[in-house]
């Protein structure tokens, strides 16, 4: 079972940037649709970012502006750059994305472990 693998996460003044990596944990053909959630202590898994084929890109309100979700097909990896970031964006983040195996082979699903982002003066 391929997994996504997360790295980047770390500790930021508010105000700073975080750009958090993802790739899957095995060789694989291609990335479909992409996404990023976080949990922040006490609270539910929210989404925060996806990306669709590379066609549509959404937001959750209040990272828009500041996080930009993006891939580097050549290498399968995903990016989330995070700038300006607030104390409210601790959490632990989470990367989530289809992929193809092999060319034409049914498409499947891998989350990570996650990666945690500390905002915090």
């Known amino acids: 079972q391929v997994q996504a693998v997360e790295s980047g996460g770390g500790s930021v003044q508010p105000g700073g940037s975080l750009r958090l990596s993802c790739r899957a944990s095995e060789s694989i053909f291609s990335i479909n649709t992409m996404a990023w959630y976080r949990q922040a202590p006490g609270k539910q898994r929210e989404w925060v970012a996806s990306n669709n084929s590379g066609t549509s890109t959404n937001y959750a309100s209040s990272v828009k502006g500041r996080f930009t979700i993006s891939r580097d097909s050549a290498t399968n990896t995903v990016y989330l750059q995070m700038n300006n970031l607030k104390p409210d964006d601790t959490a632990v983040y989470y990367c989530?994305?289809?992929?193809?195996?092999?060319?034409?082979?049914?498409?499947?699903?891998?989350w990570g472990q996650g990666t945690q982002v500390t905002v915090s003066s």
């Open positions: 989530s994305f289809s992929y193809r195996r092999r060319a034409g082979s049914r498409l499947a699903d891998a």
